[in-house]
């Protein structure tokens, strides 16, 4: 099955991924169902059959303006959770090693992406995690290897 969306409203009507915004798709009794390759996290690394795909959650959320203001991807304020929900759900994928569909976006700096829009590029397996310094940040990220 080739998907290929110019938006990733196309990915969700076709049930590749569902979520419009979340990256990570999924729950921790069933494990990740999908995820979005992005690379708004500085630390994802995209190798074509390897990715290092960072977790979700520690980012600021809201502005400090008055009133308060939604931040669609704020800067890392504190540690990523393992209790996160998308977190959860990798880690599952990881333990039963049940495959995780990968969507790549064309923002994603890598020589695998598309040119335009979103595609799926097939099932991964979830092959570890660890709890990693953020790049030129003070907190601490889950980094997913698949």
């Not at 976006?105 to 092959?127: C, I, M, N, Q, W």
Request: net charge positive; proline share 5%.
């Amino acid at each position: 099955m080739i998907c290929t969306c110019l938006y990733s409203q196309g990915c969700s009507s076709a049930g590749v991924h569902r979520p419009l915004m979340a990256g990570i798709h999924g729950t921790k009794k069933s494990g990740a169902f999908s995820i979005v390759v992005s690379c708004h996290y500085k630390d994802d690394k995209d190798f074509g059959d390897t990715i290092y795909y960072t977790g979700t959650g520690g980012r600021k959320r809201w502005s400090d303006s008055c009133p308060p203001k939604r931040i669609r991807l704020g800067p890392q304020i504190f540690d990523q959770q393992w209790s996160d929900r998308g977190n959860e759900a990798l880690v599952t994928s990881r333990d039963t090693g049940n495959p995780v569909r990968v969507v790549r976006s064309h923002k994603v700096l890598s020589d695998f992406a598309p040119a335009d829009g979103y595609r799926y590029d097939g099932l991964y397996t979830v092959e570890s995690v660890t709890l990693f310094p953020i790049s030129m940040e003070d907190a601490l990220a889950l980094i997913f290897n698949l």
